[in-house]
Each structure stands twice: as C-alpha cells, then as structure tokens.
C-alpha cells in the first residue's frame, strides 16, 4: 500500500494520485464478426484453485485454525461473537453428519432467517452433504400475509431442511410450509423453539459427532454437484430457481481472484458486509472471497436505509476495511455521515484499498465528495470498482479492475469470460455473456431454460451496453439501460430509461438521493424524485427535516428547478427533456419491494405500487408534490394527499 506523497485539499483532490492496487493489466482479445458482433476475450487463463467451496474452509481450518472466519453482534451489549476457523470446521462436520442422518440425499436445505454465523456453518455443511443451499430473502416470509410466494418456491424445490434463527419470529411463515404436501421438512431452529413446529435446536445439531460418512460425502462432490439454488424473479415476477454448481461457484471465484495480481494478507483482511447472502453478490462474491483469503468476515445488521445505517457506522467505527462495497444510496449516506465525523472519516479510510458499487450508477457528485474525503485522510484517491452481471452469471462477468475517474462503467470481461455484442443502433450492443461460471438452468423449467440463451450458448443479458471509446474497446464498455425498461412517448418517440436515469441523477446533485423516470404512453416524460437528506437538510438550514419539510421548502424547490432546466438545455429532445417531477415525500420500501434487499431502487415497483403519484403528475390540475419544469414554480400550499 502506497503512502501518500504530499497532502492534499479538496480543492485538487482530482490530481491527487490513485492507490496503488495491483490491478491485473487489461488484455483484451477482439472478435469483430461478419454480422456487426463483437465478442470481447480476457486473455489472462483461468487457474481454478479449488475442487470446491468446502475445500476452502477445510485449508484455513488447518493453517489458520485459531483465526477468526465469522463474527457477529449478539447479546444487549451488541459485543463481537467470533467464529474461529477451526472451531468452525468442527461445527460444519458435526452438522453435515446431522443432515446426512436424515436420509434425504439431494434435497434442499432452505434458509428463510438472513445471514447469521449458524446460516455460514449451514452452508458449508450442506454443500459437504451434497444437500443444495437456498437462502431466501427474509421478507418473502415475515412481510407477507399469505405466503404464496415462499410457498411456490418452496412446493418448487421441496426442501428436507428449514431453518430459521428465531422459530417464534418466523413462526407465520413456518406454519404455511406444513401446509404443503410431500414429506414434511425438518425444521431447526437457533433460538426460541415453538413446540410442535421446530423439531431441532441448532446447538444440538452442531454437537453430533461426525462419522466416516462426512469424508466420504466430500469425497463425492464433482464439479456438477449442486452446491445452491438463488432465486430469481425475472420481470413476470414468476420465481425462478438459478441453479449453481460447485463448477459454476468455483469459477467465479477463480474470476474474481485473478482480478489482482497478489492476494492480500489474512492479517490485513477484515471485511464488514450487510450484502444478503440470498443474493449473489453476498453468497457467493463475499462468502467465499472471505473463505478464500483467510480473513474475517464482520456481518453488518445495518442496511443503507433510514434508521438502519446507524449500525453500519456504528460497524465502521470499530472496523477499518481494507474493500468496501455498498450500493449507490448507501455510499451516499456513507458521505454524508464522514463529512460530518472526522474520526470515522479517518478510521474507514485507513486501510481501505478499493470500493465497490453495484446495483445501479454512483452519482458523479456522491464519487466526487467520497474521493475529496479519501484525499483528505489519506493523500490518495481509492479506486472504485464495479462489476456487471447477473444471478445466472455468479454475479458479475465483466469487472472495472483498473483505476479511473468514470462511473457507470460495466467494465470489461473477467478471466474466462466471453461477452457479446449483437448490435442493438448505431453505438448500442445487446450484452450476452458465456463462461464455466454461468447457470446450466433453472430448476425445473426447460422452457425458461432454453430461452435464456442463445444458439451458441451465450446467456441473454436483457442489458444494453455502449463502448467508453470505439477506436479504443480496452477502455471498456458504459451502461446503456435495460432494454425492456425503455418505453414510447405517445409521440412514437423512445425513451431509453435507464441512461435518462443517471444524467438526470447527476444533473439533480446533489439535491437528489434517487429518480424513477416516468411517462410511458403519455405525451412528455416526468419523473418521482427523492430528496437527499443530507445536502437538503443543511440546504434549508434545519438539520431534522423530513422529505415532507424539504418538498415544501421554497428554496430547495427553487434550486430543483434550476438544475432540471438546466437539464433541459443541455438535452432538449423530447426523450431526455424533463417536463414535470413529483417530490415523494414518503423514502422508498423495502418491504414492499421499492428498494431491494441489495439497496437499490425498482423502477418497476416503485410506478406501480404509486401509481396514484405518477397520475398526479399527470393531472391537468396543479398539485403542491408536482413541479412543472417549464412553469414558474407553484407555492408550496395546499398540498393534496
């Protein structure tokens, strides 16, 4: 790690010098084919390190036995529990041994709680059983009334296993899974057993002594074993179960590693994570990586969402990562939170050596406070990276592994991986990946299957992508939009959403935290517009002031204005050209879906769960919530509900 050669201020933080990180070099194969395809190659060869993910565990249980793998806050106090590696491996044993005895080769072990030290043992031991993990995303049984979506994936994969930190909290949930016909699942539970529904306490599980059948179930696993199921709804909304093999989990592994071109010592790595392990990026990406490098995985219960990313400061106040990732809003709470604390500030930059985001693009205002920070406390901008993927791509494929001031940038391919481009217009490419780290499938349903790729085997990405330079492919490839969000003007015109989103996001910073772009099948586009707290608290001068208060407020409707006409000027076709926004004044929800359990919002969630907003915003009346870009602005009076 470089040292700083000089101070600098906020004011040249753009020439300070990056961080040294020892990126691998950008060597990228061209095919340009016949047909107006392109097909971008890494040139640097896979080396898969591992036959699979519990090989992992079982090499730090033996070099690193008293070194911590997992820890967690638990108790009044909120102290530390650790996991050290060896003892961790003892568990995982016993555990296999208990799921071995039940006699239910191959059928799942369902996760319904969110990540936990017990869920990190239980997905090792399941692996070890050749008993397919599925972590499901919490909400999906304490958010809803009827369970039909937890039942559908559970009827889908008929599970041998439930388990649930809490039985008394998930108890709703665990009584609509008895309902289900088939063999009934054991249910195990960490804490607060409901008698006649948990069946097993967790304590005892990891208690049972393993025998022969432990090593001679590990030494069955191959590289087509099953290791997980992720779900994946798809734009119907239909869950799909995304199945990953040991193959598929060890490649994308191998993909990632390669990414540098040194590991980084398990001394130095601490990573603090809240990413959920029911999703890719956290399961696979962060689970294994931590296995992978020996170091100790801290599991953050803060989310980037109001009242819950205190815990994560609380988190970064003890602990100094060496990479950090965190979704667009998060890093812009993170901002926020580092302006104003200069011992944190120095603290979470200490040792922190890249940042990563995904999700969606960080806003270049967020990029550019965070940098001016980094600067600050270290002399160094800190490089931000992204990668581009999907849950059927185990995440991403395409990764930015090389410093630069440019955000949004999907990056190019990693190690092992093919990209295509099928021409879309003149500068747009549809985006198809194919490498050993893709599905084979979804469970149980060939048609979807069969759909999802391609003649020669390329996964269809849904996304469209632009290159940064095309004289110079090497500097990578820009986020153009998803396809199927892009919709027409009554006008026949097109509105590409997604690239419409993120000029908007800048050109509303920092005023705005987030943006849904309105208007299809009507005459102009509009769209539902997020304050961002932080710069519009200090913005109207009162430090607690709601969304509702800073809607109202005539002087942030004023600076709102004046940017959004500026956009306006700068893009004035009728596909980019902002007529009218509405000021939510109620933050987007997780429980019901607004923003992801990664953080991020959907579009397609948010237009319909306010479809009485986006109506009001069409109004031919005026409405207090609704500010009309090429109308002076209205007082902030009257406000209709």
Not at 121 to 139: D, F, G, K, N, S
Not at 292 to 311: H, N, Q, S, V
Request: proline share 8%.
């Amino acid at each position: 790690m470089s040292a700083p050669a000089r101070p600098h201020t906020g004011r040249d933080a753009a020439s300070a010098p990056f961080r040294d990180v020892p990126f691998i070099a950008r060597d990228i194969d061209i095919e340009r084919r016949d047909d107006g395809s392109i097909v971008l190659r890494n040139r640097l060869a896979l080396q898969v390190e591992v036959p699979h993910i519990p090989a992992l565990l079982h090499t730090r249980s033996q070099t690193l036995p008293e070194r911590a793998w997992l820890a967690q806050r638990r108790g009044p106090a909120g102290a530390w529990e650790h996991l050290r590696y060896g003892d961790a491996q003892r568990q995982v044993d016993g555990v296999t041994q208990a799921l071995l005895q039940l006699d239910r080769a191959g059928a799942p072990v369902m996760v319904l709680s969110g990540n936990s030290i017990e869920h990190g043992v239980l997905a090792i031991a399941a692996m070890q059983a050749r008993m397919p993990l599925v972590a499901i995303t919490p909400a999906y049984a304490l958010l809803s009334q009827d369970h039909a979506r937890l039942k559908s994936m559970a009827d889908l994969l008929r599970p041998a296993v439930i388990f649930v930190q809490s039985a008394r909290q998930f108890e709703p949930a665990l009584r609509a899974l008895r309902t289900l016909a088939g063999p009934p699942a054991t249910v195990v539970c960490a804490t607060d057993p409901v008698p006649g529904l948990s069946d097993v306490l967790w304590h005892d599980w990891t208690r049972t002594p393993p025998g022969p059948a432990v090593a001679a179930s590990v030494a069955r696993i191959t590289p087509d074993t099953v290791a997980k199921y992720l779900f994946t709804s798809g734009s119907t909304g239909t869950p799909k179960a995304v199945t990953m093999t040991q193959r598929v989990l060890t490649h994308a592994l191998a993909m990632h590693s390669q990414l540098w071109t040194r590991s980084p010592s398990p001394d130095d790595c601490a990573t603090l994570d809240w990413m959920p392990w029911s999703h890719v990026a956290g399961g696979n990406t962060v689970f294994h990586s931590v296995l992978r490098d020996g170091g100790t995985l801290y599991i953050d219960d803060g989310k980037p969402a109001p009242k819950l990313f205190d815990e994560t400061l609380r988190n970064l106040r003890e602990i100094s990562p060496l990479r950090f990732a965190n979704v667009p809003i998060g890093y812009a709470m993170l901002a926020d939170a580092l302006e104003q604390d200069e011992s944190l500030a120095h603290r979470f930059f200490a040792k922190l050596q890249t940042m990563a985001y995904a999700g969606a693009r960080l806003p270049d205002e967020v990029y550019r406070r965070l940098q001016t920070l980094a600067v600050r406390h270290t002399g160094c901008r800190i490089p931000f990276v992204s990668g581009y993927g999907a849950t059927e791509t185990g995440p991403s494929a395409l990764y930015v592994f090389w410093p630069t001031d440019r955000v949004g940038l999907c990056g190019l391919p990693h190690p092992g991986v093919e990209a295509k481009l099928v021409p879309l217009d003149d500068a747009r490419y549809e985006l198809r990946i194919r490498s050993a780290a893709v599905t084979p499938g979804y469970h149980q349903q060939p048609q979807a299957t069969a759909a999802a790729f391609d003649d020669e085997g390329f996964f269809r990405m849904g996304d469209a992508a632009s290159f940064v330079d095309p004289a110079d492919p090497q500097e990578g490839l820009l986020f153009a939009g998803r396809v199927a969000e892009e919709f027409k003007l009554t006008s026949g015109t097109f509105v590409r959403v997604g690239a419409l989103r993120v000029q908007l996001i800048d050109a509303l910073a920092p005023w705005v935290a987030d943006a849904v772009i309105t208007g299809a099948d009507r005459g102009h586009v509009g769209a539902l517009l997020w304050p961002s707290l932080g710069p519009c608290r200090e913005l109207v001068g009162n430090p607690t002031a709601t969304l509702a208060e800073i809607a109202a407020s005539p002087r942030y409707r004023d600076k709102l204005l004046q940017a959004l006409r500026a956009h306006n000027t700068a893009h004035p076709g009728s596909s980019a050209r902002i007529d009218r926004v509405l000021l939510l004044e109620t933050p987007a929800s997780m429980d019901h879906g607004e923003i992801t359990d990664k953080g991020y919002v959907n579009q397609r969630v948010v237009l319909q769960r306010r479809s009485d907003a986006v109506a009001r915003l069409y109004d031919d009346a005026r409405h207090a919530d609704v500010l009309h870009v090429t109308a002076s602005p209205q007082p902030a009076t009257d406000r209709t509900a």
